[in-house]
């Protein structure tokens, strides 16, 4: 078996020129938003907005500027699918549409999946989503056809900056340790990693460096799997049966005393 492969972003170097999102467009021939009469969102350079069926890369562009635009600073971030360790997409497929690879990455096989929309709900990064044209739930695949004839992946082939890099999770976190290492000793105390121990969901294998809080780039703190609730929802859904069934039997011990008693009152005296 291959060692668990994955992406590295290095968020520090990341440019914004978003080579990655037109790479993964073009590789994996995804369709144009609207036909490509795409509407410019105001929202600083950030027009794809998020991750969709259709973009399984999204640059994002966080302005941090005071009102007189002095003393701020860019915060640029390729967003992809995680490829969690733990997925909680792939725990609710109904269809076994949603598998792991030998390479560890999690990809969705649009031939068996059927729409049902439960991956979208349990992933907590909100990376999957429906593509209109397939008709299914589609994202980042880790360009898995590319990896199986010993290709990079299409978007860390285009960056420019090597802001996403590809590789083993052993190596990148090595280089993601020592680049942590590196800033910090160029006085850049907020350097750190997010996602890279198993502590977030047994470990993504798509994990970031990032300079400020997780939610300062749209990442949940503490991400959860579905999992998490089945202890409460087993026992809720326990109590909620017993007392339907106690109602059901209140319900019917009245009527049949009400039955009785209409019984009664029809008997003719002796």
């Not at 941090?64 to 635009?69: L, M, P, S, V, Y």
């Not at 598998?99 to 068996?112: G, H, N, Y």
């Not at 996403?164 to 290492?181: C, D, M, P, S, Y």
């Amino acid at each position: 078996m291959p060692e668990p492969m994955g992406f590295y972003t290095d968020t520090t170097v990341c440019i914004g020129c978003k080579a990655c999102e037109v790479a993964c467009k073009e590789w994996n021939q995804l369709p144009a938003t609207n036909g490509g009469c795409h509407q410019m969102s105001g929202d600083s350079y950030d027009n794809t907005q998020r991750l969709d069926g259709i973009h399984w890369r999204h640059v994002k562009f966080i302005e941090q500027f005071a009102e007189n635009r002095e003393g701020g600073r860019w915060l640029m971030m390729s967003d992809v699918c995680k490829h969690c360790a733990h997925a909680g997409c792939l725990e609710v497929c109904p269809t076994g549409a949603i598998i792991r690879t030998e390479f560890d990455t999690v990809v969705i096989q649009s031939d068996a999946c059927n729409g049902c929309r439960d991956c979208i709900s349990a992933c907590p990064f909100g990376v999957i989503d429906i593509n209109p044209v397939s008709g299914t739930a589609e994202k980042c695949t880790l360009c898995y056809d590319r990896l199986q004839v010993g290709m990079v992946p299409a978007c860390a082939q285009a960056c420019p900056t090597q802001s996403i890099q590809f590789g083993t999770i052993r190596e990148l976190k090595q280089r993601a340790t020592a680049r942590v290492a590196q800033l910090h000793g160029l006085g850049e105390q907020r350097a750190r990693l997010y996602g890279a121990d198993e502590n977030m969901l047994g470990g993504l294998n798509s994990f970031y460096l990032i300079v400020d809080e997780p939610e300062v780039y749209g990442l949940p703190r503490d991400p959860k799997l579905p999992s998490r609730n089945l202890v409460r929802s087993s026992l809720l859904s326990t109590l909620g049966a017993v007392a339907l069934t106690l109602l059901g039997l209140a319900g019917f011990r009245h009527r049949r005393m009400e039955e009785v008693a209409a019984t009664g009152e029809r008997r003719p005296d002796a």
